[in-house]
């Protein structure tokens, strides 16, 4: 990131590879073309500028979800935004990415000692429920009587 111009009114204009991020003082934009990789630049500005705010994104909702992109590769800093949908959305990745990543490691990758026996007792105790289930489905059938 190379500084591009600074206008009169003291925008700074950075450029990264052919993206340009403007910082006004402020705030940031970002144009909606940026890859992820320059979203998360932006935002890791604004949160090492102001501490860890709540991100404010405005713009559509392909932007936004280009922002919500972008917080999945920022790892150092704790992404909040300003929006609840927002967040709400970002912590659903982050669930789903965390449940990939136990999966993948459970089909072929070697897990620590603790993280396999974390997931035999999830296996013992998904059997064991699923057991009970079935124990009472068939108690709770009732045999047909004939009448005569």
Request: hydrophobic share 35%; aromatic share 4%; with cysteine.
């Given at each position: 990131?190379?500084?591009?111009?600074?206008?009169?009114?003291?925008?700074?204009?950075?450029?990264?590879?052919?993206?340009?991020?403007?910082?006004?003082?402020?705030?940031?934009?970002?144009?909606p073309?940026?890859?992820?990789?320059?979203?998360?630049?932006?935002?890791?500005?604004?949160?090492?500028?102001?501490?860890?705010?709540?991100?404010?994104?405005?713009?559509?909702?392909?932007?936004?979800?280009?922002?919500?992109?972008?917080?999945?590769?920022?790892?150092?800093?704790?992404?909040?935004?300003a929006?609840?949908?927002?967040?709400?959305?970002?912590?659903?990745?982050r669930?789903?990415?965390?449940?990939?990543?136990?999966?993948?490691?459970?089909?072929?990758?070697?897990?620590?000692?603790?993280?396999?026996?974390?997931?035999?007792?999830?296996?013992?105790?998904?059997?064991?429920?699923?057991?009970?289930?079935?124990?009472?489905?068939?108690?709770?059938?009732?045999?047909?009587?004939?009448?005569?």
């Amino acid at each position: 990131m190379t500084i591009d111009t600074v206008t009169k009114r003291g925008t700074v204009n950075y450029e990264v590879g052919n993206e340009l991020i403007r910082d006004y003082g402020d705030s940031f934009s970002v144009s909606p073309q940026a890859g992820a990789d320059t979203f998360a630049l932006a935002m890791q500005l604004t949160v090492k500028r102001a501490g860890n705010p709540q991100l404010e994104i405005t713009g559509n909702d392909v932007f936004k979800k280009k922002c919500l992109a972008a917080a999945m590769q920022i790892t150092e800093s704790k992404i909040t935004f300003a929006d609840p949908e927002m967040n709400r959305q970002l912590q659903e990745m982050r669930d789903k990415q965390r449940e990939e990543k136990r999966q993948a490691q459970i089909a072929g990758k070697q897990l620590d000692p603790l993280e396999a026996r974390q997931e035999a007792i999830r296996r013992e105790h998904f059997e064991a429920l699923k057991r009970e289930r079935e124990i009472e489905a068939q108690n709770n059938e009732k045999p047909e009587i004939e009448r005569l």
